[in-house]
């Protein structure tokens, strides 16, 4: 079946702290892969996005990803958290059929 | 800046009474998307369109439909609301896999009151 675990429901972290959230996926062939944050009554923004070639891909506000094929993961990084960070992080797939699989969703909180 | 746009940003209904959200894109993508999202949860496909080609979640009610009259406006309807469709509804749209735009970009989301 297909489909995204974010195993981490919360994660707190200090400002200025680094950060990883986990991401892993259940696909049988290399996915579309994409993360996305969404603020309180915001809709979705995206991140970053890994489609082929360099498994280290760099997003907007200062986040990276890397894709691990042999550990079906793509996690997401950041080497110091601002307090603005503070957010619900989405991970996502897509198998080529015009539709994302989404993970549960990590809600992050910054502790100044 | 091509966007987009979600009309209104906050809807009242009472229970029982029809209510229609709205979305337009400005980007000239094929494929538009409506999804539910609860409280703390991750959003829900309930279908989307592939230029006029309407594709329905197996689990989206029947009171939930959907038209498209044109390529940048999208619309959602809610037939009966009862006070379990108090969500957010977002929309999206991507260029589609034919396109090789396997992304989605989403509006700012609408989000629905049932009293």
């Known amino acids: 079946a297909q489909s995204v675990t974010q195993p981490d429901i919360h994660i707190t972290v200090s400002e200025g702290a680094s950060l990883e959230l986990r991401c892993n996926y259940s696909?049988?062939?290399?996915?579309?892969l994409f993360w996305y944050v969404q603020s309180p009554g915001q809709g979705l923004q995206l991140l970053l996005k890994?489609?082929?070639?360099?498994?280290l891909v760099q997003g907007i506000k200062g986040f990276e990803a890397e894709f691990k094929r042999s550990q079906s993961s793509f996690n997401l990084r950041k080497p110091s958290v601002h307090w603005s960070d503070a957010a619900e992080y989405f991970c996502?797939?897509?198998?080529?059929?015009?539709?994302?699989?989404f993970g549960a969703g990590t809600r992050l909180a910054v502790h100044p | 800046d091509a966007m987009v746009i979600q009309n209104p940003r906050y809807q009242v209904t009472q229970f029982g009474k029809p209510v229609t959200l709205s979305c337009s894109q400005t980007?000239?993508?094929?494929?538009m998307y409506w999804y539910q999202q609860k409280s703390s949860q991750a959003p829900k496909l309930l279908f989307h369109?592939?230029?006029?080609?309407?594709?329905n979640e197996a689990d989206t009610p029947d009171n939930f439909q959907s038209r498209r009259p044109n390529t940048s406006f999208c619309f959602l309807d809610i037939r009966s609301p009862g006070l379990g469709d108090a969500a957010m509804y977002l929309c999206?749209?991507?260029?589609?896999?034919?396109?090789?735009?396997?992304?989605?970009?989403f509006g700012p989301g609408t989000r629905l009151t049932v009293t």
């Open positions: 999206a749209t991507s260029g589609g896999t034919g396109t090789g735009d396997h992304e989605q970009y």
């Open positions: 696909y049988g062939a290399t996915p579309y």
């Open positions: 890994y489609f082929s070639g360099d498994t």
């Open positions: 996502a797939f897509s198998g080529g059929y015009n539709k994302l699989i």
């Open positions: 980007l000239n993508h094929n494929v």
């Open positions: 369109y592939y230029d006029k080609d309407f594709n």
